[in-house]
């Protein structure tokens, strides 16, 4: 009797295909934590501020915003490191500046992010970042002294919405828009005069997934 119940119970078991049984093995890359890779160009917007540290009006133009993050899934979402780098065309007004001011400024930018999870398909994307900003490496035609050549940082809070479409299970395109507020230095300032900047950016980007299942 035993022997038979025994034998009856391995031959359910070999009958079933493999795909059918309780119990699945995920492979070593789906075991992992996932991490991934995003590249972004944006196009960047931001207001003029003016520098209470040099006494002069920065106009700040137009650019494009190169950006770079480095995500680690969670069962929520993903936390990211992330960094920018943007060239902002400036002419400045006023204490030291030329009648005829023209000049670019680099615009660097280091945050903390969180973002919502990607799922397959097309997807919303939520995402919020803290961290710093920094107005540094003037080159232009106003000779500098040695105090407004130092770096303007700045406390920088991001909001995003946008969406984003998979491409096979590694990779997805994105379309994001961002506000950003900046908020500088009070050095100078008058009562009168804010330290908030706000910048707006559109930006299209690829995430790779360079390691685990998606998050």
Do not use: C
């Amino acid at each position: 009797m035993i022997t038979r119940t025994l034998t009856g119970i391995a031959g359910l078991l070999f009958a079933s295909p493999l795909g059918a049984q309780l119990i699945k093995v995920p492979s070593l890359d789906e075991s992992r934590t996932p991490i991934s890779v995003t590249l972004d160009v944006g196009f960047l917007q931001t207001q003029s501020r003016f520098d209470g540290q040099s006494g002069t009006q920065w106009n700040l133009g137009e650019s494009l915003q190169y950006r770079a993050a480095v995500a680690y899934g969670l069962r929520s979402g993903s936390i990211a490191l992330v960094g920018s780098l943007a060239h902002l065309p400036i002419s400045r007004a006023g204490g030291t500046a030329l009648p005829v001011s023209e000049g670019t400024i680099q615009l660097r930018q280091y945050l903390a992010a969180f973002r919502t999870p990607e799922t397959e398909g097309a997807h919303q994307i939520v995402n919020v970042g803290v961290g710093l900003s920094q107005w540094t490496a003037y080159a232009g035609t106003d000779p500098l002294t040695l105090d407004e050549q130092k770096t303007r940082d700045a406390f920088t809070l991001v909001v995003g919405y946008g969406f984003g479409v998979t491409l096979g299970r590694r990779a997805a395109v994105t379309v994001v828009q961002e506000m950003a507020t900046l908020w500088g230095s009070g050095v100078g300032l008058t009562s009168g005069q804010s330290r908030m900047v706000r910048q707006y950016t559109s930006r299209v980007g690829l995430t790779v997934k360079v390691r685990g299942s998606r998050g």
